[in-house]
């Protein structure tokens, strides 16, 4: 992809104008452009190998907080006006109209580097990568019985012009590699799987190979297969910083999305100023960190990365907020105004979302256990962010006998509450272990990562096999 910006061979100025002749108090213009890989490797054979391009802008007006938005596959002059028709006519106040300030024609760009970009190989190349990691997978051990392996890379340009002068645009690169093993014997079957990637170029591959990541995944789920069953019942639980930050990223972390708390659909909405968690929890979002996957120089509306302490040593400091939100809650943007694309309404969304670390060595926190759950890696889960209730899977769970982890259980469930999880951590420890995400809300999907420190939760109801 060429250096122009998206939107210099448009109008902008007269589109933005032409959005806001009936009204209202803002309007942006959004544009972008995505080139992209996918392959995916099952069952020995390629499954799916896809490359393309899709661009295309969109068009928002607000208004009284709320959203008025059309979009077009082309960026050009004649379809965005037709957009700023129809985004204006759901305007009824023409009392609110925005200033519009036009762009003094410079554009602030933006880009996150990476080392090797991945347009320097071709698919050759590239798929060479996932057979490495399936041959590896299968060959580990007779009783893996399946290897699935998928690969995308992503090069994704925006830009944006609003009616407050803003003309910024930016360029991230993202690479994820996600290996699935599935282990079958007499017993039963287990799958795992071990992940790499975020806004990195082909760089990644250094720091764990596709051999590595084949052999953890298989290696985790033959351990299952011989694994006891998990016990169940309430007991003292530690997280392990390596089971990344599924936890927060789903029972605390969506609660604090201001829209959510706006629709009454937060347990934490009316609770800034007061205490939530425990003293020894901080909870940050920081799409700034280099190379994570929810990282960006700017989000979709041009407000620059940074980052937002949520909560401070237990007390809710604030939401995360996108413009309409900010402007609805007379507070500032936190930049975390994102959209699955460009034919995607923009909404509130989570970054790089993490507990702090804290003062105590990982292996001090293992050690206060006498009895309990070591969980080393999270599954699947859902939660009611109305009132913080959460089930989450276990993929890899570890009995805990007098401070060290002894057999491997499987079958573990974690179910509990997020607000009295944070109000209950008692031992924070002073690692930090990321998890990579695709984060789903209101039917768009984000990159996100989240991550933690080892915790100990001091009882939680672990759902596994009652002992007779």
């Avoid at 933005?16 to 009936?22: E, G, K, N, V, Y």
């Avoid at 299952?224 to 599924?246: F, I, Q, S, W």
């Avoid at 700017?298 to 939100?325: F, I, N, S």
């Avoid at 259980?409 to 109000?423: E, I």
Wanted: charged fraction near 25%.
């Amino acid at each position: 992809m060429d250096d122009a910006t998206l939107l210099s061979q448009v109008d902008a100025e007269r589109i933005l104008r032409t959005a806001l002749q009936r009204g209202g108090e803002f309007a942006d213009l959004f544009a972008e452009e995505r080139v992209s890989t996918l392959i995916e490797l099952e069952a020995e054979r390629v499954e799916r190998l896809v490359q393309g391009r899709r661009a295309g802008a969109g068009l928002r007006v607000l208004h009284h907080h709320r959203t008025s938005y059309s979009y077009s596959d082309l960026i050009s002059d004649a379809a965005l006006m037709d957009c700023a028709d129809i985004v204006s006519l759901a305007v009824k106040d023409r009392g609110t109209r925005a200033a519009v300030v036009s762009p003094d024609g410079s554009w602030d760009r933006r880009r996150l580097p990476v080392a090797e970009p991945p347009g320097n190989i071709g698919v050759a190349d590239k798929l060479a990568l996932l057979w490495r990691a399936e041959r590896a997978g299968r060959q580990y051990d007779r009783r893996i019985r399946q290897v699935k392996v998928i690969y995308a890379d992503q090069e994704r340009r925006i830009a944006v012009a609003n009616s407050e002068g803003l003309a910024a645009a930016a360029a991230v690169t993202s690479v994820i590699f996600y290996v699935v093993v599935i282990a079958a014997d007499a017993a039963g079957i287990q799958v795992a799987h071990e992940s790499i990637g975020g806004t990195v170029g082909l760089e990644v591959f250094a720091q764990r190979s596709p051999e590595e990541l084949a052999h953890v995944a298989a290696a985790r789920a033959l351990r299952n297969l011989t694994a006891r069953p998990a016990p169940a019942g309430p007991m003292p639980v530690v997280l392990a910083a390596e089971a990344g930050g599924t936890m927060i990223h789903e029972a605390v972390g969506h609660g604090l999305e201001a829209d959510l708390a706006s629709q009454g659909l937060s347990v934490y909405e009316g609770k800034i100023g007061q205490r939530i968690a425990s003293p020894l929890i901080t909870v940050i979002d920081d799409a700034t960190l280099p190379g994570k996957r929810g990282s960006f120089s700017m989000d979709d509306e041009g407000a620059p990365a940074r980052r937002t302490v949520l909560v401070d040593q237990g007390v809710l400091k604030g939401y995360l907020y996108d413009r309409r939100m900010a402007m609805k809650y007379h507070a500032a943007s936190t930049g975390n105004g994102r959209r699955e694309n460009y034919a995607s309404p923009l909404i509130v969304r989570m970054t790089n979302t993490m507990i702090a670390p804290g003062q105590t060595p990982p292996d001090a926190v293992l050690a206060s256990v006498e009895r309990g759950l070591l969980v080393k890696r999270m599954g699947g889960g859902e939660v009611n962010t109305i009132n913080g209730d959460f089930v989450f899977d276990v993929e890899e769970g570890w009995l805990i006998v007098k401070g060290q982890p002894t057999d491997p259980v499987r079958g573990a469930t974690l179910t509990g509450n997020g607000p009295r999880v944070l109000r209950d951590i008692d031992l924070v420890g002073s690692d930090l272990g990321f998890g990579l995400g695709a984060c789903g809300k209101d039917g768009q999907s984000v990159p996100v990562a989240d991550a933690q420190p080892t915790l100990r939760i001091p009882e939680i109801v672990v759902g596994g096999r009652v002992d007779s």
